[in-house]
């Protein structure tokens, strides 16, 4: 048995002196039960239990306004007032963690696995909310209030075939992660940590988890209701009173569309061992987890995508009005993750104010220009441009050979490698049309936002590793 205890006290620049100085403790305690077992099969075993308090301070600068020394222009000194306000009364940033751990190894180390439980909890994380811009910028310091966040670690091993000559080695890693948003500042319900072109903020709101994606969303129908009687069935249309023709999406109340915390995220890798050459590959994915797309948000409206050119099913123009036989079908644009479309006239609802009496939807889409059933030209919702960040990838592959330590005998030289690495190689699967998941704007706090994505650029290269 083991138990290991630290503790540190950090006094730190960028806090006020009233608050600057911050005591966090760790202990650690494991205990090595394999020692008191006789088994064949078992070759370690060990239980683990963390705790520690840590503390953080704030961003340097962040305590006392000033104004900005711009460059002079013809002589004249310039300066500027800073977009976010600073705060002379910041507390440190504080974070609590426990954690459980079981580690195993079995059959001669050649299966293994490690799992560990975790407990986190956040209190007055320093970050800069927006204010009202009558106070003369548009963010301010503040210890925003509490987080917590719980989740479970898996890593495993595995060694299926093992002779002389070759080996296969297996590697699996899997997390999930469940956080909520506690408290925030004073009495705040949300706390907004950016509004992005498009329409969609990305707050922290009390009772959610953090980073949830806020905009317009789908009137739906009452076929399906949660558990607060809201529907949650297929998004209505109406027909649209245009000479264009076609239908039109009802569009809701601003409210949550969204969130970007993925549900878990995991990985494989094999290797093959041969004599001297190593061939391994990485698969990643991850489930879960939202972002808004304004590529799509405009893209839809402007025609960059291949959907909304040619000729449709009935072999009509797709640009060209529906009554002379253009547009689109709702079938036809099913892999852009609206399914089940239903007609309503507007009026009928059930005793829970749900939409009722709805049917099927037989009106096109008009797709002439930006004003379109998917653009954003009649202000159609948000939500329709919330896509799943869902992926697998096929993250890396690399081939090595060692060279013979009989090559290296009369060198200074331990072992020299020589590997051919690729890197982002492949999507294998996503649940989102037209780009990388992971491509994006997103930095920081502010995530689950994708405008002006690239394709995803693959990596080729040589690695040599000497040992001395």
Avoid: C
Wanted: proline letters at 3%; a negative charge.
């Amino acid at each position: 048995m083991y138990l290991d205890v630290s503790a540190r006290q950090d006094v730190s620049s960028t806090l006020p002196v009233a608050n600057n100085t911050y005591f966090y403790p760790a202990a650690s305690l494991s205990f090595i039960w394999s020692e008191f077992v006789d088994s064949d099969i078992l070759s370690f075993g060990k239980l683990r239990a963390n705790w520690a308090n840590v503390g953080s301070d704030a961003p340097a600068n962040a305590l006392i306004d000033a104004y900005g020394i711009g460059t002079p222009f013809n002589g004249v000194t310039l300066a500027s007032a800073p977009s976010t306000q600073n705060n002379a009364g910041l507390l440190p940033e504080n974070t609590t963690s426990t954690e459980l751990g079981l580690e195993m190894k079995m059959f001669d180390n050649r299966l293994g696995f490690d799992v560990s439980s975790y407990n986190r909890t956040t209190e007055n994380q320093i970050l800069p909310a927006q204010v009202s811009t009558a106070t003369g910028t548009y963010y301010k310091y503040v210890n925003a209030g509490q987080i917590d966040n719980t989740g479970l670690e898996v890593s495993a091993y595995v060694t299926p075939v093992k002779t002389k000559d070759f080996q296969w080695d297996v590697n699996i890693n899997w997390s999930r992660n469940r956080n909520k948003v506690v408290s925030l500042f004073g009495d705040s319900e949300s706390l907004l940590l950016g509004s992005v072109q498009g329409g969609v903020n990305m707050t922290a709101r009390v009772g959610e988890a953090y980073g949830t994606l806020e905009g317009t969303s789908f009137v739906r129908d009452g076929s399906t209701v949660d558990g607060d009687g809201n529907a949650t069935g297929a998004p209505l249309v109406y027909d649209w009173a245009s000479s264009r023709g076609g239908a039109r999406y009802y569009t809701g109340d601003v409210g949550v569309i969204g969130n970007v915390q993925a549900d878990w995220r995991g990985g494989i890798n094999n290797a093959f061992s041969y004599k001297n050459f190593r061939l391994s590959a990485l698969i990643d994915m991850q489930m879960g987890g939202d972002f808004f797309s304004l590529d799509t948000y405009y893209g839809y409206g402007t025609g960059v995508y291949d959907f909304s050119a040619g000729t449709n099913a009935a072999g009509g123009t797709i640009r060209t009005n529906v009554e002379e036989g253009g547009g689109l079908t709702w079938d036809e644009v099913a892999h852009l993750g609206v399914e089940g479309v239903r007609q309503w006239d507007g009026v009928s609802v059930d005793a829970d104010g749900n939409p009722s009496g709805t049917t099927d939807n037989t009106t096109s889409m008009w797709m002439n220009d930006y004003g379109n059933v998917l653009g954003w030209g009649l202000g159609g919702p948000k939500e329709m441009h919330i896509h799943d960040a869902s992926f697998v990838k096929l993250r890396e592959v690399s081939l090595t050979y060692t060279l013979p330590t009989s090559v290296l005998a009369d060198l200074p030289i331990a072992g020299v490698d020589i590997s051919f690495v690729g890197r982002n190689l492949a999507i294998l699967w996503k649940n989102t049309p037209y780009s990388d998941p992971e491509a994006g704007l997103s930095a920081g706090n502010l995530q689950g936002y994708q405008s002006g994505a690239y394709p995803t650029l693959r990596e080729v290269g040589v690695n040599l590793r000497v040992k001395f």
